[in-house]
């Protein structure tokens, strides 16, 4: 007489005790032994549901390590990236992974290793910065049914710590928000919310794509926080408009969206990029090393409605103040201490004219709404230098050295 185990894969059998058995003669088990493997070799097994946004076994999500460019702790500058070798990360619910064609490198970018934000970005080391993604989805993370492998695609992965149009609004808001995003394109992958990524058509290249997330996007919503509009039939509102830093990567954008609006436009630049900032609509353009420039005196003697600073230079409100129309405002953009503890005094007296620290929160209708205008041929990408990834030191110093002319690109994948 033999015993039959009571437990399964250890599971005991429904009904039967763990001190118990069934006890069975020979003949009877090895029947039993037959008719279970019998079954267990008819039974098919079940495939896992795929998710809508699942890739087929011929394009498999990557695994493995990828190449990217990261730094460990503040400060050090270009000198202080090291190239690594690091897992692929994974989608999680409501991202995508993204294979990555290009970035585009932004001030926020090395301020950030600077130590501007410290604590809070980085949130911890090493760290992989690239915020402005442009690439190619290769998975979908759960919850995610508008995009597929395959889509060519724009994001942005900015870390904001205040919802807030700006600082008044800000004033009104009991607690800030820290929204976890957390760079990664400089890397061969990298994972972005789809909530905050559009789809790139076949008319925008990946490199032109790249520059809109952070830089075009701030441009826009800083026009619109101060109503100016984009609607070049909207003949009523028309503004004398400032751009600072015009032929930076924020400032060449803002100088286009404006003068499409019908707006009259005056720019600041260096001298050797004078006539950029005039092909790019600028009515006005002003050498900011002349005295005319320093000042930001309109040579037409206008004065403005509206200011967009886009300079990290910090200019005095001395300087604003007397080339402001009675309800002029100025947008700061890199807004600091001083700025701050201006426009709280504004507020507290009521001042007409306003200067305002702008925090900027893009959105996926930003993303789209910039995608389709460079589509249009009603914007465009003024591309600074491009390096590949094996050389993104090279481009990270020349950001530094404040002297870019649009954006600096890095292409991941690019002959090196």
């Known amino acids: 007489m033999l015993a039959l185990p009571t437990c399964i894969n250890g599971r005991h059998a429904q009904g039967v005790s763990p001190q118990s058995s069934l006890r069975l003669k020979p003949p009877l088990l090895d ?22 946004g699942s890739l087929p076994s011929s394009m498999a999500a990557p695994s493995g390590t ?53 604590p809070v970005m980085p949130r911890k080391f090493p760290f992989v910065s690239g915020f402005d993604l442009a690439g190619e ?23 904001v710590t205040f919802i807030a149009r700006s600082l008044q609004e800000f004033a009104y808001t009991a607690s800030s928000f820290l929204v976890p995003i957390n760079g990664g ?18 008319e925008v290249s990946a490199a032109r794509g790249a520059g809109l997330p952070i830089a075009a996007a701030t441009a826009l919503r800083s026009l619109q926080r101060a109503g100016v509009s984009l609607d070049p039939a909207d003949v009523t509102g028309r503004k004398n408009v400032l751009v600072t830093a015009a032929s930076g990567g924020v400032g060449h954008y803002a100088v286009q969206l404006a003068r499409l609006g019908g707006h009259h436009v005056t720019a600041t630049c260096g001298a050797r990029n004078l006539g950029l900032v005039g092909d790019l609509g600028a009515d006005e353009a002003l050498d900011y090393k002349t005295p005319e420039g320093a000042a930001l005196r309109s040579p037409s003697g206008k004065k403005y409605d509206v200011v967009v600073h886009c300079g990290t230079t910090r200019i005095p409100w001395s300087v604003f103040q007397p080339v402001l129309a009675a309800n002029g405002m100025v947008l700061d953009l890199t807004p600091g201490f001083v700025s701050v503890s201006i426009t709280i005094l504004q507020m ?6 306003r200067l305002v620290p702008l925090i ?54 690019a002959a090196e």
Request: aromatic fraction near 6%.
């Open 137 to 159: 989805v290769v998975e979908v993370g759960t919850g995610v049914s508008d995009f597929k492998s395959g889509d060519k695609v724009i994001a942005i992965n900015f870390p």
């Open 360 to 413: 900027v929160w893009p959105k996926k209708v930003d993303l789209e709404l910039l995608v389709g205008m460079v589509k249009q041929g009603k914007l465009k990408t003024v591309v600074d230098s491009r390096y590949p990834l094996s050389k993104a030191q090279d481009g990270w110093a020349k950001s530094m050295s404040g002297h870019a002319t649009g954006k600096i690109i890095v292409e991941i994948g």
């Open 185 to 202: 394109g400089l890397a061969e992958y990298a994972v972005a919310s789809a909530s905050l990524t559009a789809r790139r058509p076949p």
């Open 66 to 118: 990828m190449r990217a460019v990261q730094y460990d702790r503040y400060g050090g500058g270009a000198q202080a990236l090291k190239h690594v070798e690091v897992p692929i990360p994974s989608p999680g619910k409501g991202e995508v992974l993204i294979r990555m064609e290009a970035t585009s490198l932004n001030v926020a970018d090395w301020m950030f290793q600077k130590g501007a934000a410290r």
């Open 348 to 353: 507290a007296t009521f001042s007409k004219k």
């Open 31 to 52: 029947a039993l032994h037959q008719t279970r493997l019998t079954i267990l070799q008819s039974v098919p097994v079940p495939s896992p549901p795929s998710s809508p």
